[in-house]
């Protein structure tokens, strides 16, 4: 926890390396996509089947695929496998509050 916090301290006011850049870049990316923002709003409740994410957001079960591919090479979903169905659930806190923080931000005054 310490180590952290340090860590923070040091990344955040000085020059930021090309990996940090990197990293927080492509989680940008991650949120910048109205699919993708409403899936990961949908796992802060509970896990999902890839069927269950379609069926209640109403979009094509391949282009949820494709969106859970990508979190999940960014590491910001998991899944477990129960038979042939993968249930997904979120995988990073951060990236988690930094999203609620954001839909936050657009509701207020
Ligand atoms: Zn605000």
């Given amino acids: 926890m310490e180590e952290f916090k340090e860590n ?3 990344k955040s006011g000085s020059n930021l390396d090309e990996e940090t850049l990197f990293v927080v870049s ?3 990316k ?4 109205p699919t993708r923002i409403r899936i990961l709003n949908l796992l ?5 089947s890839v069927n269950d994410i379609a069926e209640t957001l109403g ?8 969106q859970l ?3 999940k090479n960014l590491r910001l ?5 129960e038979g042939t169905t993968l249930y997904y659930s979120h995988d990073d806190d951060h990236v988690m509050s930094v999203l609620k923080l954001t ?3 657009a509701s207020h005054n």
């Fill in 8 to 10: 923070v301290a040091v």
């Fill in 26 to 28: 492509q989680t940008f």
């Fill in 30 to 33: 991650a949120l910048g996509d």
């Fill in 44 to 48: 802060f409740q509970r896990e999902y």
């Fill in 59 to 66: 979009i094509r079960q391949s282009t949820v695929s494709q």
């Fill in 69 to 71: 591919r990508f979190l």
């Fill in 77 to 81: 979903v998991k899944y477990r496998r």
């Fill in 103 to 105: 839909i936050d931000h």
